[in-house]
Nanobody, 124 residues
Framework: QVQLVESGGGLVQAGGSLRLSCAASGRTFSSYAMGWFRQAPGKEREFVATSSWSGRTTDYADSVQGRFTISKDNAKRTVYLQMNSLKPEDTAVYYC?????????????????WGQGTQVTVSS
């Protein structure tokens, strides 16, 4: 099994920044892709960003392109989501996910393990 633990969420004013972290532990694996998703109250879980094992391939939702950056530290088995220029509509619970197949995807159904989520609230 794999455990994913997110941290770094909180309350921030619009225009501010936060960095989320997601640390993986448990079974070892040679390569994997990581993704970030979010879910606002009353809405479906939506894709935010994803990174391949090497980090050379990344993909972002249009709504966060240019503001958010995903990065990985494979030695620490940690993935980060740097969020800048935050907007009230970014308010949601943010989840990290791990896909044992190291290919990036926007589909949440293709990920094998999920964290418990961390709340991000952006005030106007």
């Amino acid at each position: 099994q794999v455990q994913l633990v997110e941290s770094g969420g909180g309350l921030v004013q619009a225009g501010g920044s936060l960095r989320l972290s997601c640390a993986a532990s448990g079974r070892t694996f040679s390569s994997y892709a990581m993704g970030w998703f979010r879910q606002a109250p009353g809405k479906e879980r939506e894709f935010v960003a994803t990174s391949s094992w090497s980090g050379r391939t990344t993909d972002y939702a249009d709504s966060v392109q240019g503001r958010f950056t995903i990065s990985k530290d494979n030695a620490k088995r940690t993935v980060y989501l740097q969020m800048n220029s935050l907007k009230p509509e970014d308010t949601a619970v943010y989840y990290c996910a791990l896909r044992l197949n190291g290919i990036t995807t926007r589909s949440p159904y293709q990920y094998d393990f999920w964290g418990q989520g961390t709340q991000v609230t952006v005030s106007s």
